[in-house]
């Protein structure tokens, strides 16, 4: 009998040899496995060009950092998930990426969805989200230590927008519009508070988006005699307003926050978006940091960096910097780590995260179409004087 329970003991030994062995075979592999970082963006829909420009920026900058080693000794794998800048459908998306098993997030176009993704990331295990193109300030300001951005705010926007129109355009009479989505919403909110410090009472005006015809809307604002029209909301929508408007022959200045950066205003409008101003973040081939981003760029993709790519490339380039820091991909490391970045020399200027996750300092310039194209317009200097831009 005692023969029969050591033989048993020893057995019993055995299996648990074999079963450490083989948890430790596991960790081993799946410490060999990629790092996946998600990026919802919308992929269908009218903002689907937008997204594809965030995710090919995410690529390309995986691409450069597992050209030199990787993280962590692992490669970092891209996983875009279609969020169709719908908050349900943003919520699903994040729930799909957890899913999938992401360790961190980078992207975020429209403010709309990416409020209900960052509570899904946040309520299941604080995991980071580096926001690249949503600008809406709720989302850095919910008390959550897991979220950053490499793009500015509203209240920031809003305040230089204003100031162009009231100390370079010295308008008079502005007629601020959006389309009641979060972003679009809150950047009309804060411009007009900004111009109302500047003396001048703007005229808000909202419109619905996805319609094909704006000329009843437009023929109202006429009858206001703005000298300037500043529309908050989305491309789609700015490219038929400033068609429109040249069918309808008007003749006030107008303006754009920076939804409306996209190539898609050019195509829709056509000539009519000659003179169109866009106050936004500088695209990259305005930068001088990222002259080698955009020739990457077109010679992977094809064709011109879209204006958000380059901001997720960074919010990629500085995740796996995090992640190479906190020496672990575990959320609450990573979310330390980006915590301390001070100083990070992107592709879109040196920055650092403040204490509640924003990018410091933030940028803006404006643009003007000319000739059908994009052209860098005036900024302001560090004197507060409207210059061109170099």
């Known amino acids: 009998m005692q023969k029969k329970r050591f033989a048993a003991m020893i057995a019993a030994a ?38 594809q420009d965030i995710v ?39 729930q799909k990426l957890l899913s999938d098993g992401v360790v ?27 926001l690249d193109a949503s600008t809406s300030p709720s989302l850095t300001e919910q008390g959550y230590n897991d979220v950053f951005r490499t793009i500015g705010r509203d209240d920031e926007q809003g305040p230089f927008a204003a100031n162009f129109i009231a100390n370079y355009l010295h308008a008079k009479t502005v007629v601020v519009m959006d389309d009641n989505t979060t ?38 604002i006429a009858s206001l005699h703005p000298d300037v029209l500043y529309y908050t909301g989305y491309f789609t929508e700015a490219g038929l307003l400033l068609k429109q408007a040249r069918s309808l022959n ?22 009519a978006a000659n003179g169109f101003i866009i106050t936004t973040a500088p695209l990259a081939q305005f930068l001088g940091t990222a ?5 990457a760029y077109q010679s992977k993709f094809g064709s011109a960096p879209g204006p958000y790519s380059v901001y997720e490339y960074d919010a990629v380039m500085v995740l796996a910097k995090a992640i190479q820091s906190a020496g672990s991909t575990d959320a609450k490391k990573i979310n330390a780590a980006l915590h301390k970045v001070k100083d990070y020399h992107g592709v879109t200027g040196t920055f650092s995260f403040n204490k509640i996750g924003d990018r410091t300092p933030a940028v803006y310039i404006t643009l003007k179409i000319v000739n059908q194209q994009f052209t860098a317009y005036k900024e302001l200097n560090s004197s507060g004087q409207w210059v061109n831009v170099p």
Do not use: W
């Open 14 to 51: 055995a299996t648990a040899s074999m079963l450490l062995a083989a948890c430790g075979s596991a960790t081993t592999s799946s410490g060999s496995q990629p790092i996946q970082i998600g990026v919802p963006v919308p992929l269908s829909g009218p903002y689907a060009s937008a997204g």
């Open 291 to 295: 002259k080698s981003y955009v020739s």
């Open 56 to 94: 090919d920026g995410a690529k390309l900058a995986a691409a450069k950092i597992n050209s030199s080693g990787g993280v962590l000794g692992r490669k970092i794998e891209i996983v875009p998930q279609d969020d169709a800048c719908d908050p349900q459908t943003g919520a699903q998306a994040a």
């Open 183 to 220: 972003y679009a919403h809150g950047l009309a909110m804060n411009t007009i508070s900004a111009l109302a410090k500047d003396g001048i009472k703007a005229i808000h005006q909202v419109i619905t988006p996805n319609q094909s015809d704006y000329t009843s809307e437009l023929t109202h």
């Open 250 to 271: 008007l003749k006030f200045t107008i303006m754009g926050g920076d939804a409306t950066n996209d190539p898609t205003v050019i195509k829709t409008a056509g000539a």
């Open 104 to 130: 961190a997030v980078a992207g975020g176009y429209c403010s709309s969805a990416s409020l209900p993704e960052l509570n899904v990331f946040h309520s299941n295990g604080d995991i980071p989200f580096v």
